[in-house]
């Protein structure tokens, strides 16, 4: 089953920024290249927190919930912000960073099939959220091995 036309173009329009760092990563141009790739962790960084609050809110919407969904809610912000620590003490950064991001933007899938599974989310849930976080998920590991 195909999203609702709104959500489906928003979520695919959410993939323009991280499109846009990689074509300035592999236009060559030296001078915008840390930049890109430092909005380009930011914003994997950003969506990862997103992807948590977003199970938070539907964890809160649901009769009963499982429990897991709390810490699965939380993990995320959690994740993105200690992706940021090799660069807070000087180690090399950003490709580890950018790679666990990528991992763990796909990985989210585990948590989204789960609660399709559960009769949480709408039944066209994962057709939005498969291409959207192997998207975002693979532009990401680009980015870390660019």
């Given at each position: 089953m195909n999203?609702?036309?709104l959500?489906?173009?928003?979520?695919?329009?959410?993939?323009l920024p991280q499109i846009a760092a990689v074509a300035i990563v592999f236009s060559g141009d030296g001078a915008l290249r840390f930049s890109a790739l430092a909005l380009g962790?930011?914003?994997?960084a950003l969506i990862l927190s997103f992807?948590?609050?977003?199970?938070?809110?539907?964890?809160a919407a649901a009769e009963k919930p499982p429990e897991w969904l709390w810490v699965a809610a939380i993990a995320p912000s959690l994740l993105a912000l200690g992706s940021a620590v090799p660069w807070a003490i000087g180690e090399p950064w950003p490709a580890p960073s950018l790679a666990l991001l990528g991992i763990?933007?796909?990985?989210a899938l585990g948590i989204d099939v789960q609660l399709?599974?559960?009769?949480l989310t709408p039944r066209w849930w994962m057709s939005l959220r498969f291409p959207l976080s192997l998207g975002l998920g693979g532009l990401t590991l680009l980015l870390a091995f660019a």
């Open positions: 999203p609702p036309l959500p489906r173009w928003l979520g695919l329009a959410g993939l962790y930011a914003y994997a992807l948590g609050g977003l199970w938070w809110g539907i964890g763990a933007l796909i990985g399709a599974r559960g009769g």
